[in-house]
């Protein structure tokens, strides 16, 4: 039984926190729904694994590793996921473009999104991780429970598979 304080730092927490643990969920299931009940499942565990969280630690970093192993497990379980997306959480890369640039920022990003999704998780994990949620490869090391050579390695046979998958987009190379 957690105190009337740590209840309210818990929410607080969640607060903050929910934008980023849903998009970590997004990103990886690809999928509205399993998103929702990904972040919902990631805030459940850390609420139960709370003991194992240093105070002296940023929570992002630690909350992330579970929604990235709570995405990992959904996937380990369900392998032939559905790949449906949601306009609403793509934004144009643009903000002001026209009608045509509209639909062809919305035709990229759907192909993008659709080849990101078909990496195998632990890229794509590290893909979100790196290039969405903005980490450093020690924060993704950290996140995951990983080497961080195995974090760079996974990132560089990412990178390269997906500019494979997009090669006949000929866009710029990922930084």
Same mark, same amino acid.
């Given at each position: %039984?957690?105190?009337?304080?740590? #209840?309210?730092?818990?929410?607080?927490?969640?607060? &903050?926190?929910? %934008? *980023?643990?849903?998009?970590?969920?997004? #990103? /990886?299931?690809?999928?509205? &729904?399993?998103?929702?009940?990904?972040?919902?499942?990631?805030? /459940?565990? *850390?609420? &139960?694994?709370?003991?194992?969280?240093?105070?002296?630690? $940023? $929570?992002? $970093?630690? /909350?992330? #590793?579970?929604?990235?192993?709570?995405?990992?497990?959904?996937?380990?379980?369900?392998?032939?996921? *559905? =790949?449906?997306?949601?306009?609403?959480?793509?934004?144009?890369?643009?903000?002001?473009?026209?009608?045509?640039? =509209?639909?062809?920022?919305?035709?990229? &990003?759907?192909?993008?999104?659709?080849? !990101?999704?078909?990496?195998? $998780?632990?890229?794509?994990?590290?893909?979100?991780?790196?290039?969405?949620?903005?980490?450093?490869?020690?924060?993704?090391?950290? *996140? /995951?429970?990983?080497?961080?050579?195995?974090?760079?390695?996974?990132?560089?046979?990412? #990178?390269?598979?997906?500019?494979?998958?997009?090669?006949? !987009?000929?866009?710029?190379?990922?930084?």
């Amino acid at each position: %039984m957690i105190n009337a304080d740590e #209840r309210t730092a818990f929410v607080e927490l969640i607060q &903050q926190s929910q %934008m *980023a643990v849903y998009n970590v969920a997004y #990103r /990886l299931l690809g999928n509205l &729904q399993d998103a929702e009940d990904a972040a919902q499942e990631t805030f /459940l565990r *850390a609420y &139960q694994f709370r003991h194992t969280y240093r105070p002296d630690q $940023p $929570p992002g $970093p630690w /909350l992330k #590793r579970i929604a990235v192993n709570v995405c990992l497990q959904r996937l380990r379980r369900n392998v032939a996921q *559905a =790949q449906s997306l949601d306009e609403d959480v793509i934004q144009p890369l643009d903000p002001h473009p026209g009608p045509q640039a =509209q639909v062809e920022q919305h035709d990229l &990003q759907d192909r993008i999104r659709a080849e !990101l999704l078909c990496l195998p $998780p632990r890229y794509r994990a590290v893909i979100e991780l790196r290039h969405f949620q903005e980490l450093s490869y020690e924060e993704i090391a950290n *996140a /995951l429970g990983r080497p961080l050579s195995d974090i760079k390695s996974d990132l560089f046979r990412a #990178r390269r598979l997906l500019a494979e998958k997009l090669r006949d !987009l000929k866009l710029e190379p990922i930084p």
